[in-house]
Nanobody, 122 residues
Framework: QVQLVESGGGLVQAGGSLRLSCAAS????????MGWYRQGPGRQRELVAA???????NYADSVKGRFTISRDNDKNTIYLQMNSLKPEDTAVYYC????????????????WGKGTLVTVSS
């Protein structure tokens, strides 16, 4: 089992920045892909960014150039640096870890955190 705890959400004005953190514990040696997902009001959960254990990263087109996923292996933590935030980035952000390799669709994620709310005001 893997436990995930997100933090760092909050209220920010459009154009601002936030950094989300996801602390992992448990059997993380089995994890091959770490991702950030989000679910906005009235919308389905979607992949935002993913990083594989091999070092590759992928981003949704809507966040490319603005968001960066990174990891600190010593702290068993992944981060999502979000810059130039827009009102449409408002969502609950979840970290999702997967046993599979590469960006995983929502239905293929093995472990979820409880999420952290990001609200971007215009």
């Amino acid at each position: 089992q893997v436990q995930l705890v997100e933090s760092g959400g909050g209220l920010v004005q459009a154009g601002g920045s936030l950094r989300l953190s996801c602390a992992a514990s448990g059997s993380i040696h089995s994890i091959n892909t770490m991702g950030w997902y989000r679910q906005g009001p009235g919308r389905q959960r979607e992949l935002v960014a993913a990083a594989t254990d091999g070092g590759s990263t992928n981003y949704a087109d809507s966040v490319k150039g603005r968001f960066t996923i990174s990891r600190d292996n010593d702290k068993n933590t992944i981060y999502l640096q979000m810059n130039s935030l827009k009102p449409e980035d408002t969502a609950v952000y979840y970290c999702g870890f997967s046993l599979g390799i590469g960006p995983r669709p929502v239905g293929s994620v093995n472990y979820w955190g409880k999420g952290t709310l990001v609200t971007v005001s215009s």
